[in-house]
Nanobody, 127 residues
Framework: QVQPVESGGGLVQPGGSLRLSCAAS????????IGWFRQAAGQEREGVSC????????YVANSVKGRFTISRDRAKSTVYLQMNGLKPEDTAVYYC????????????????????WGQGTQVTVSA
């Protein structure tokens, strides 16, 4: 089972930017769905964005559309989440997850469609 590893979280001021990375083996040989989720304290896990490792299908949640961008580097087996214009309400633990390519349909993002999860990385947006 492919195991994702996240990195890139931290503390940033409102309006700032961060780039999260999700690395895993095998991105370049199979077509996975790779999703980013976040969970704020006391709240349910929320789908943020997803991309397929071998075709251009992507999804971005309305709550972050226009501010967050997902991309991939197949040669590095890494998916990135570029987060710009960060707001305090973006504060959460961000998780990378891997599922089949059908997990990233371009229309929705559900935790139940993903099989393998990273340990999470904290993003804190505060002045």
């Amino acid at each position: 089972q492919v195991q994702p590893v996240e990195s890139g979280g931290g503390l940033v001021q409102p309006g700032g930017s961060l780039r999260l990375s999700c690395a895993a083996s095998d991105f370049d040989t199979r077509n996975y769905g790779i999703g980013w989720f976040r969970q704020a304290a006391g709240q349910e896990r929320e789908g943020v964005s997803c991309i397929r490792s071998a075709d251009p299908t992507t999804y971005v949640a309305n709550s972050v559309k226009g501010r967050f961008t997902i991309s991939r580097d197949r040669a590095k087996s890494t998916v990135y989440l570029q987060m710009n214009g960060l707001k305090p309400e973006d504060t959460a633990v961000y998780y990378c997850a891997i599922g089949s390519r059908f997990a990233c349909s371009g229309r929705r993002l559900r935790t139940s469609d993903f099989d393998s999860w990273g340990q999470g990385t904290q993003v804190t947006v505060s002045a």
